[in-house]
């Protein structure tokens, strides 16, 4: 069964970089899309890049454009998440999942599609002085 794991967050200075990596197993992973997601406390969970299946579709949110890139590694079967510049309001709990849907080429930041059925557990990123 399809199964994510997140790893690489840890405590980090403003204007830090850190790379969070997700890993898939269960399925190969360009058989679906990737979003990761982040959610900090008393905030909703917000959307902060995807990946769609095959590659071509990527989005990233607004408040991490220019900062944040993604990337995948077929034969590890991992995403990855690269941040730089980090500010404290990137401090939350960032989520990887899986969209296994028809419509997974195309991909969204948009959690409430039901596209995304599939999550790891989340690690922890603090961005603080």
């Known amino acids: 069964q399809l199964q994510l794991v997140e790893s690489g967050g840890g405590l980090v200075q403003p204007g830090g970089s850190l790379r969070l990596s997700c890993a898939v197993s269960g399925f190969t992973l360009d058989a679906y899309g990737i979003g990761w997601f982040r959610q900090a406390p008393g905030k909703e969970r917000e959307g902060v890049s995807c990946i769609g299946r095959g590659g071509i579709s990527i989005n990233f949110a607004d408040s991490v454009k220019g900062r944040f890139t993604m990337s995948r590694d077929h034969a590890k079967n991992m995403v990855y998440l690269q941040m730089n510049s980090l500010k404290p309001e990137d401090t939350a709990v960032y989520y990887c999942?899986?969209?296994?849907?028809?419509?997974?080429?195309?991909?969204?930041?948009?959690?409430?599609?039901?596209?995304?059925?599939?999550w790891g557990q989340g690690t922890q990123v603090t961005v603080s002085s």
């Open positions: 999942a899986a969209d296994r849907t028809l419509d997974a080429r195309i991909c969204t930041i948009v959690s409430d599609k039901g596209r995304y059925a599939y």
